[in-house]
């Protein structure tokens, strides 16, 4: 049997690569990582999940203590904004867990290999100066910036999520190009923090992907909060000029165009999967039209030996579910058996209320066949109520016939935490049944889940 310095290599260390990474070392594995970035972490740590959370957190704070929130609690407050100190606790949290990646992987006795990997035959990868070979190699390669046809990305007037999260300054007119996850969220940080913030989405509705309802209380709650939508419109061009930019947009359908003025845009069109200069033609892989590396149930490539997790592959690109792939890979390479239920892969967005979701929509469970359908306000939960928190609902679809569980939606300040309920709840098969005659403590937000699978067969009690 061939000799080869590793048992596994991975390709990237995002929440995928690095998880994968500690996995296989946890199991006896000999794991090498190869990372071109200073730090580990990969687009989550580094520019995505992590600092994004660190400002919204900061500006809803911010945002209470201007808005008046603050004063309804008796708390009077006026604020004054230090953004120096504010990306300062956003550069913290991310060197503080980028470095406890570096910890974890010296725990391990991981070797990262400093550098871009590129394939040079199907063992071997060339990081740097120097080329190692490896049983098997994993591809976690994550994904960037899918960029807008003839708009310039200078981080500085035309930003991308990267750029959006260290503005030397609060615009006074952002626009958002894309009405999905990044646009809401970094958004919703600069709306917070004084800016006008005017978002273009090409299609009919915002956050594609998410229940219809939600799709639309959403949007509602975010224009409450003073984000303007320009729905159905799709920007044809942007020239900057003197550090303002002008757009140029139209109907998405076509008709008469106009333009906007603004001093940041921020283009969060979508994310496309990293592949490029990894060699992929050296070992004969080739990508599907999306550019995605496809896999096995396994996580498998059509290449023996070589696997991929994460971005760079099918299914939604979210950092929980690169994580439990990377898990799962490692487990499959050491010959256990890992497994990722891509049916229950929870989304959420981290605005004030957030949004979340796990399973079908409502839409896409009334094509498989009958449904029911739950719904409970928040305005009617006890603790929503009392601390001031209005706005959202949940939603239990569940099939007709079985009562199992098909799909949880909610809007509320901690459906992110709530919706964590649900994903297990479906992983166990349970009914709504099972779920309104689960104990929840009072009074907890979580209520509201209970009350909303009461409502399935028709009988919750606050409404
Ligand atoms: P990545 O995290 O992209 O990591 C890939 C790594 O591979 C990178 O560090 C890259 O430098 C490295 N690499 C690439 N090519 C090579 C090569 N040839 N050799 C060596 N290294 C290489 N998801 C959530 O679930 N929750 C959130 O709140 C959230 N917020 C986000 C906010 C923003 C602004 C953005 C942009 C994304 C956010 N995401 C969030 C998405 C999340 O970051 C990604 O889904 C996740 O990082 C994907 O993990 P990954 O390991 O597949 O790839
Ligand atoms: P997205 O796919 O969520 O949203 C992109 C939006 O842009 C869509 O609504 C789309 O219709 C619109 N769009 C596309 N082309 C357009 C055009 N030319 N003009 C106007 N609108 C256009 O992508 P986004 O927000 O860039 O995020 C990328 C990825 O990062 C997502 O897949 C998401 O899963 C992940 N992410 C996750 C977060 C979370 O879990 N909280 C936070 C941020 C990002």
Not at 19 to 46: F, H, M, S
Not at 368 to 381: C, D
Request: hydrophobic residues 40%.
């Amino acid at each position: 049997m061939a000799d080869f310095d590793y048992d596994v290599l991975v390709i990237g260390s995002g929440p995928g690569g690095y998880v994968a990474a500690i996995r296989a070392a946890q199991l006896g594995l000999k794991t090498a990582c190869a990372e071109g970035r200073e730090t580990l972490g990969g687009t989550c740590l580094n520019v995505g999940c992590i600092p994004s959370k660190a400002m919204l957190h900061a500006s809803e704070y911010y945002d209470a203590a201007a808005n008046g929130s603050f004063a309804k609690l008796g708390i009077k407050v006026k604020p004054e904004l230090d953004l120096d100190t504010m990306h300062g606790q956003r550069k913290d949290a991310v060197k503080g867990l980028t470095g406890g990646i570096e910890f974890l992987f010296k725990k391990n006795k991981i070797e990262w290999l400093k550098g871009y990997g590129t394939f040079t035959g199907p063992n071997s990868v060339k990081v740097g100066d120097r080329t190692v070979t490896a049983r098997n190699i994993v591809i976690a390669t994550g994904s960037s910036v899918t960029p807008l046809p003839g708009v310039e990305i200078d981080q500085k007037v035309v930003v991308d999520s990267t750029g959006a999260l260290e503005l030397a300054k609060v615009p006074d007119h952002m626009v958002v190009i894309g009405g999905g996850v990044i646009g809401l969220e970094l958004g919703s940080v600069w709306r917070r923090l004084g800016a006008k913030v005017t978002c273009v989405e090409f299609l009919d509705q915002i956050l594609p992907g998410f229940d219809g309802e939600v799709r639309k209380e959403a949007n509602k709650i975010m224009k409450k909060q003073g984000i303007e939508f320009k729905l159905g419109t799709k920007v044809t061009g942007v020239t900057v000029k003197g550090g303002k930019a002008t757009l140029t947009v139209e109907p998405a359908k076509g008709g008469a165009s106009e333009t906007i003025e603004a001093d940041c845009v921020l283009v969060s069109i979508g994310r496309r999967p990293n592949t490029e200069g990894l060699g992929l033609d050296k070992i004969g892989l080739a990508t599907n039209n999306r550019g995605q590396i496809e896999t096995d149930h396994d996580f498998r490539t059509s290449v023996p030996g070589v696997w991929a997790i994460g971005d760079v592959i099918p299914g939604p690109m979210l950092a929980h579910k690169a994580e439990d792939e990377g898990i799962a890979v490692a487990e499959n390479i050491a010959g256990l058996t890992g497994i990722v239920n891509h049916d229950v892969i929870p989304s959420v967005v981290y605005t004030m209320p957030e949004i979340a979701g796990v399973g079908l929509t409502e839409e896409q469970a009334r094509e498989k066949g009958e449904v029911k359908v739950g719904k409970f306000p928040m305005l009617a939960n006890s603790r929503a109520k009392t601390n001031h928190e209005p706005d959202g609902f949940v939603k239990v679809v569940a099939d007709a016939k079985t009562d199992r569980v098909l799909g949880v939606w909610c809007i509320a300040s901690v459906a992110g935490t709530m919706i964590a309920q649900a994903a297990q709840a479906m992983e166990f098969g349970a009914t709504s049944e099972d779920i309104a005659y689960t104990c929840h403590a009072h009074p907890t937000h979580s209520e509201a889940l209970k009350e909303a699978a009461m409502a399935v067969t028709g009988k919750p009690i606050h409404i």
